[in-house]
């Protein structure tokens, strides 16, 4: 089973400036099949990030995806207020469980 | 564009069978493009995968739930349920119905979630 952990735990920034979540693997992931989410309170998780860099439809260029093997990043280029939530990273590798990170959490 | 609605009993006792159904709209149950999925959320905490079925009726599960769960689905009525037997507060959580797809290997439509209590 894939282990995925995210750093940091929580993340203090301000509007404009520039976010780097990551996500690390306990061993490589297939085929750089890794997913970002996004959850605001009260709401369900939002696909950003799939294929490790792929953004999904309707979102923003200012999220990009990198990464492959172990490491994985998402980038927030220059924060907007909605911008502030908990994010996901999440793989499924050849069985399950399909597994998600801890989350990273957002924050002003 | 595919939209998922749980419903279900918002309460649980202990030690009974916790019961919840996905209504599938804006898409087929039997394309084959998705992987109709279950996936919870203790308060306050992660995300936590409980299983899926494909339209074949193929179903995987997470080993750690896989003893007390079971995922169906009615093509008929467009939807697709989850029973989880032998619940505890453990298992209190919102639960939500959503797709997974092969072809982007990530979870694309997602319900809204209902919260499930456990609790005599």
């Known amino acids: 089973e894939i282990v995925l952990t995210q750093s940091p735990g929580t993340l203090s920034l301000s509007p404009g400036e520039r976010a780097t979540l990551s996500c690390r693997a306990n061993?490589?992931?297939?085929?750089?099949?890794l997913a970002w989410y996004q959850q605001k309170p009260g709401q369900a998780p939002r696909l950003l990030i799939y294929g490790a860099s792929s953004r999904a439809t309707g979102i923003p260029d200012r999220f990009s995806g990198s990464g492959s093997g172990t490491d994985f990043t998402l980038t927030i280029s220059r924060l907007e207020p909605e911008d502030f939530a908990v994010y996901y990273c999440?793989?499924?590798?050849?069985?399950?469980?399909?597994?998600f990170g801890q989350g990273t959490k957002l924050e002003i | 564009q595919v939209q998922l609605q749980e419903s279900g009993p918002g309460l649980v006792k202990p030690s009974q069978t916790l019961s919840l159904t996905c209504t599938v709209s804006?898409?087929?149950?039997?394309?084959?493009?998705?992987?109709w999925s279950w996936i919870r959320q203790h308060p306050g905490k992660g995300l936590e995968w409980i299983g899926n079925i494909y339209f074949s009726g193929k179903t995987q599960y997470n080993p750690s739930l896989e003893s007390r769960v079971t995922i169906s689905l009615d093509s008929y009525k467009s939807e697709f349920s989850l029973k989880l037997s032998s619940v505890t507060a453990a298992d209190t959580a919102v639960y939500y119905c959503?797709?997974?797809?092969?072809?982007?290997?990530?979870?694309?439509?997602w319900g809204q979630g209902t919260l499930v209590t456990v609790s005599s």
């Open positions: 959503a797709t997974y797809s092969a072809y982007d290997a990530a979870f694309d439509y």
């Open positions: 061993q490589s992931v297939r085929y750089t099949y």
């Open positions: 999440q793989h499924y590798g050849s069985s399950p469980p399909y597994t």
């Open positions: 804006g898409g087929s149950i039997d394309s084959g493009a998705f992987y």
